[in-house]
């Protein structure tokens, strides 16, 4: 159950003016026995959340009537009365007349006018009743250590399912074209075939790949209706978020073939990229931020004179999202890491990034004025003595030091503390030359992306951390010393597994 006062309250801001645009005229009439007087709110479902949609004033017989000039879009609504509680209906039909009282909205709920109403109570009632039951035979195989009777409860719950199953498609065989059908339809499960080898054993891959290609089966991805249902937006995150693997290249192709089914209908179009943006750009998944660029890219930023196809954004945010993209590309998950080459503390030895003798590199990037690194870097000079060196990672530690007292105090950290490992920075003397110019430095002993590290690297805080590979790509990010060394184990393995499969 939704938190119905939390998600009008984010309605009404979120949605503002979304349904100014003309909608059907409907005639929504509801009589609510203990509502005197009294203001009678309709809620609109977009996704799984509510939002205002209109407001009545019942007389003192609890009759209102919600008739809007504007009208009103098709989907799932909630009549809500103070409380606050509620119940449900469906918006589809010109006239819908029902009534029920306060006592139990949903059991003394009745229909007047309206077919598609009637189908969908009978169907919610229906669940309910299931639900019950299934609810008392696990409590009953919880309570039990009979086997037997284990296995009886079990063959009863596997009946219940088949019953609501079978329930459900004779409710949309009896009415095929109502929106009631629609909904129910959208919640029948795709069958699960298990796909077998010839030995006859189940084949896991084949059964997850067969039932994922139906996933969306009994759902039309064209209807635009189906925005204003919680069940498509759960149908929708379950599959993002569980049934698609939560890899980064795996989640573009499969979001790029849900787009796609969804492109000829712009609000679902709109939905399915905004959520998916969301969704990566907002993850705390490590590699995550390549699905956000792979969708800011594909979807929100020009390519040349294109226009971009996000439509309902305003130039700015867009600007602000492309840019935001533009900077994480370089250094998502394995992107090549672009190369830094900079002085050690004697400003005179230039060390190359990409020539360091080690398998792997930890690229740490701080400020010796930095309260957190000063933290930090003691603590984790200390983990790579005791668990990053001996299994082959090394440190390329990147300080600014812009000027007299950042490069006194970048030198005097690292000798109190005595971090022996790669130590570069940007220095205050070649910082102040290259200024003036930066030929004097590019290309004979650097790039003009090492001077400009924190761009090409959008160090917009320190301390910030990369894992790199062999080849230098990217391979971690803000990980601890601990995944780390976990992280090295398994690419090692992956790689003499890879290293093991014979050739074709």
Request: charged share 25%; net charge positive; aromatic share 10%.
């Amino acid at each position: 159950m939704l938190n119905l006062r939390n998600s009008l309250i984010l309605g009404a801001m979120a949605l503002s003016g979304m349904l100014q645009a003309q909608d059907p005229k409907r005639h929504l009439e509801f009589t609510i026995t203990g509502v005197v007087n009294d203001t009678v709110f309709l809620a609109n479902y977009y996704g799984n959340k509510l939002y205002y949609s209109d407001t009545a004033v019942a007389d003192a017989k609890g009759h209102c009537v919600f008739e809007r000039a504007k009208g009103y879009k098709a989907g799932v609504y909630a009549v809500v009365v103070p409380g606050p509680k509620y119940f449900e209906i469906l918006v589809n039909e010109a006239e819908v007349v029902m009534e029920t009282d306060t006592a139990d909205l949903l059991g003394h709920l009745k229909v007047k006018r309206s077919p598609e109403n009637q189908i969908f109570l009978d169907y919610v009632r229906f669940l309910n009743t299931k639900k019950k039951d299934g609810e008392a035979v696990k409590a009953r195989m919880d309570a039990t250590r009979d086997p037997i009777a284990k296995a009886r409860d079990k063959e009863q719950l596997v009946a219940l399912d088949k019953e609501i199953k079978d329930y459900m498609n004779a409710a949309v065989q009896k009415a095929p074209t109502t929106y009631a059908a629609s909904l129910i339809r959208m919640s029948i499960e795709p069958d699960q075939v298990e796909i077998k080898t010839a030995e006859g054993k189940v084949d896991s891959s084949a059964t997850y790949y067969h039932y994922r290609q139906h996933y969306w089966d009994n759902t039309d991805l064209t209807d635009e209706r189906i925005l204003r249902a919680p069940v498509f937006q759960n149908k929708f995150d379950e599959y993002i978020g569980k049934v698609v693997p939560q890899i980064p290249d795996t989640i573009n192709k499969l979001a790029d073939d849900l787009i796609s089914r969804m492109s000829s209908t712009p609000e679902l179009f709109k939905f399915a990229v905004h959520n998916i943006t969301y969704k990566y750009e907002t993850s705390e998944i490590m590699g995550m931020d390549a699905v956000f660029v792979h969708m800011a890219q594909s979807y929100y930023c020009p390519k040349g004179n294109e226009p971009s196809k996000a439509t309902w954004m305003s130039k700015d945010k867009l600007d602000k999202l492309c840019e935001r993209a533009r900077k994480q590309a370089p250094i998502v998950i394995g992107a090549k890491a672009k190369n830094i080459i900079l002085t050690d503390t004697t400003e005179q030895r230039w060390i190359d990034m990409y020539k360091m003798p080690s398998e792997y590199v930890l690229v740490v990037f701080w400020d010796p004025h930095c309260g957190h690194c000063k933290k930090t870097l003691p603590d984790l000079y200390k983990q790579y003595q005791e668990k990053l060196k001996p299994i082959g990672v090394e440190v390329y530690s990147v300080a600014k030091a812009t000027d007299s007292t950042l490069f006194a105090d970048w030198k005097a950290f690292i000798r109190d503390n005595k971090l022996y490992w790669t130590n570069v920075g940007l220095t205050w003397h070649v910082y102040a030359d290259a200024k003036k110019n930066s030929g004097k430095y590019i290309p004979q002993y650097t790039t003009i992306e090492s001077l400009n590290y924190a761009e090409a690297w959008d160090v917009f805080s320190t301390p910030r951390f990369f894992l790199l590979d062999a080849d230098r790509k990217i391979v971690g990010k803000q990980i601890e010393p601990d995944q780390i060394v976990k992280l090295v184990e398994q690419l090692r393995k992956n790689k003499a597994r890879k290293e093991t499969v014979p050739k074709p």
